[in-house]
């Protein structure tokens, strides 16, 4: 089958770092998203993982290793704003480009 | 840019009625559209997936004679929750692509069957 193994809830201070991570098993994997959703809002795109390595985009930075099936998405200088849950996802071009949504972790930023 | 619009943005209807929600890809073409159905504090579960002018792609476990969807244009999909019950009650998502690994989402529908 296919999933995406990621913990339920994280919880973590104002300006401290976090790590969310995100371990797989899809078949027709391409590449590793990861999108964040505040309640009864949209889901946004955060960022993409097509190559292993580290990704970075301000605060936020993501990491691939397909050879271990993992990945990780890094949040620094936490900000009460990024309380919210964070999906990862695996991408599938092959199959129409869809995405299969890790279970999601809930991350609450204490002040 | 990248904006994609859902209406209505939340509904309730009876048992047994029909709803019709509609995934609207304001500045930008989608070659596909994606229908996503999500419970509270669980994940997004995708339904199908439909490019435009063909048969929409249904998930396994997805009864596609309850949930129709059209993909009119390269801008407009709608989903009709056929006879709803209200077990299919839920927050219902809608994202569209162009080609990319990125997909866009819709605020989201929020269904609720008495």
């Known amino acids: 089958g296919q999933s995406l193994e990621q913990p339920s809830e994280v919880t973590a201070v104002e300006g401290a770092i976090v790590q969310i991570n995100c371990t797989y098993q899809?078949?027709?994997?391409?590449?590793l998203s990861w999108y964040q959703q505040h309640d009864g809002g949209a889901p946004t795109f955060l960022s993409y993982?097509?190559?292993?390595g580290l990704e970075e985009t301000g605060r936020f930075s993501s990491f691939l290793s397909r050879s271990d099936s993992y990945g990780y998405l890094l949040l620094q200088e936490l900000q009460m704003k990024d309380s919210a849950s964070y999906f990862c996802a695996s991408t599938h071009p092959n199959q129409g480009g869809k995405l299969i949504f890790g279970q999601g972790t809930e991350l609450s930023v204490k002040p | 840019g990248a904006v994609v619009s859902q209406h209505p943005s939340w509904v309730i209807c009876k048992s047994g009625t029909s709803v019709k929600i509609e995934c609207r890809s304001l500045d930008f073409q989608a070659t596909t559209m994606f229908w996503y159905r999500q419970f509270p504090k669980q994940s997004l579960m995708l339904m199908a997936t439909?490019?435009?002018?063909?048969?929409?792609?249904?998930e396994q476990g997805v009864e596609k004679d309850k949930f129709l969807i059209n993909h009119a244009s390269l801008t407009l999909s709608t989903l009709t929750v056929t006879s709803a019950h209200p077990e299919d009650s839920s927050f219902y998502i809608c994202s569209a692509a162009s080609g990319s690994y990125e997909q866009y989402f819709g605020p989201g529908t929020r269904l609720t069957v008495t």
């Open positions: 993982n097509g190559l292993d």
């Open positions: 439909s490019n435009e002018g063909s048969k929409a792609t249904y």
């Open positions: 899809t078949s027709g994997f391409y590449g």
